[in-house]
């Protein structure tokens, strides 16, 4: 299957200069997704989530519009033709 | 002969130069804006210097960076410089301290970071190896974070053999012999105010620790409550903060060519961390710690800030450079071991980190 995942613009430049990738994940959770994006871009993966595999603090991600900190996280399943957007969260100052 | 002065900010790093044997400087910057530079180095060993950052991209996580055309570019290991085994669970919270070793390693660097942990870099500073016999180490979940992190904040390779000395906040002053692979806490003499036992082996939140010119058994301590100094590598340290008009404070450096000079930046503690009636000043012993003598014309007088563990250090010119910056953002150099200072820059971010070199 694949995925469209959207990246704010700050991060384009570790994709290539592209804010919309297609992905092509090896199962169907958000997990896969960022596993084949993090293997493509790895300067891109590890701004992501952490070394524990975690999704940073400050990072949202949001599939098919829903943000997965209130679906099932990693485990939220992604369908074939799905929209992974990246978001920067309120942070800074 | 160019000084370099590298300062790390809340928000980028700026490098400053001086021509004139430090009498004027010029700013350039900023270099890696919107980050975090906590950690900074400049490595001399090598053909050309390298310019080390320990930086924090904010929502996007820490990593080392470097740069080997004083900041023209930037380079960075895809995976990640350090990056914790997966045995331990544990993810890199910040960069604190980038260290170069001794002139015979010429490319071994080493890192202090949070969680408290020590690095080596083997290859100049491009990845890092976590090492384990720190991490590892009985006392680890007794190592309490202080309010700005737990962290290894200062790494102190002995150049003439395998002896490591470190600091952490919390945790105190550790030691190894062999390279890094067993360490013993170092922290007899050493006051811990905010427990309950006053002089426990280990636990202290020492904030800096340098060594003395007159060689690697002899060392300072600027501890949270306290200014100390050892002749033996630290099994035993007595006070030396009588004179002082404060004995807390964050840094404190060492003359590299005369034994028994050494300067701090004292604040009013526990609860303002002020410099002392708001007049930031330096204070400097030319006698191993009998005495101390204010110094700092120039600096500020109503100047209600502080000055950081690490955005204060020395160079190895003569008479020795002295430079400082404030969480409010200005940085000042003395080119007179710490008599007067001229402003370097104004208005920048939080100052972290300062370090000066001299390059041919």
């Given at each position: 299957m694949t995925v469209q995942v959207v990246l704010p613009g700050v991060l384009a430049d570790l994709a290539g200069g592209a804010k919309h990738l297609d992905v092509d994940p090896a199962g169907t959770t958000l997990a896969d997704v960022l596993d084949a994006l993090a293997e493509r871009h790895p300067s891109l993966g590890r701004r992501l989530r952490d070394e524990t595999g975690r999704v940073r603090r400050f990072v949202n991600v949001y599939v098919d519009g829903d943000d997965v900190r209130f679906a099932d996280g990693l485990a939220t399943t992604v369908r074939d033709g799905a929209e992974v957007q990246v978001l920067p969260s309120i942070a800074g100052g | 002969m160019t000084d370099l002065l590298a300062i790390g900010t809340r928000k980028g790093l700026w490098l400053a130069r001086s021509e004139d044997d430090r009498r004027s400087w010029t700013l350039d910057g900023p270099h890696l804006l919107a980050q975090e530079v906590a950690a900074v180095c400049v490595d001399t060993r090598r053909p050309t210097p390298r310019l080390l950052a320990g930086i924090q991209?904010?929502?996007w996580g820490p990593t080392v960076m470097w740069s080997d055309d004083l900041g023209g570019t930037w380079n960075e290991t895809d995976s990640g410089a350090i990056r914790f085994p997966e045995d331990t669970g544990a993810a890199l919270e910040r960069v604190w301290q980038l260290r170069p070793d001794s002139a015979g390693r010429p490319d071994v660097v080493w890192a202090g970071c949070e969680p408290h942990s020590l690095w080596r870099s083997t290859d100049g500073g491009c990845s890092f190896t976590l090492v384990r016999g720190h991490w590892d180490h009985p006392h680890r979940p007794e190592w309490q974070p202080g309010g700005g992190g737990g962290a290894v904040h200062t790494i102190l390779p002995d150049p003439a053999s395998d002896r490591v000395t470190i600091a952490m906040s919390g945790g105190g002053v550790y030691v190894s012999?062999?390279?890094?692979a067993r360490w013993e806490p170092r922290n007899?003499?050493?006051?811990?105010?905010?427990?309950?036992?006053?002089?426990?082996?280990y636990g202290q939140c020492v904030h800096k620790v340098a060594v003395d010119a007159a060689g690697p058994d002899t060392m300072v301590a600027q501890n949270h409550f306290g200014v100390f100094r050892t002749e033996d590598a630290g099994r035993h340290w007595s006070s030396i903060?009588?004179?002082?008009?404060?004995?807390?404070g964050f840094p404190i450096a060492t003359s590299?060519?005369?034994?028994?000079t050494a300067w701090v930046v004292p604040l009013v503690a526990d609860m303002q961390r002020v410099p002392p009636g708001g007049r930031l000043r330096v204070q400097r012993t030319r006698d191993a710690g009998a005495t101390w003598t204010e110094g700092g014309e120039?600096?500020?007088?109503?100047?209600?800030t502080a000055v950081m563990r690490d955005a204060f250090c020395v160079d190895e010119g003569d008479p020795t450079g002295v430079y400082l910056g404030t969480r409010d953002g200005c940085v000042y150099a003395s080119a007179d071991e710490g008599d007067s200072f001229t402003l370097v820059a104004d208005h920048l971010p939080d100052v972290l980190v300062v370090r000066a070199v001299r390059l041919p």
């Open positions: - | 991209y904010g929502h012999d062999d390279g890094g007899r003499g050493i006051s811990a105010v905010f427990m309950p036992e006053p002089a426990p082996e903060a009588g004179g002082l008009p404060a004995d807390f590299p060519s005369t034994p028994g120039g600096l500020p007088d109503a100047a209600w």
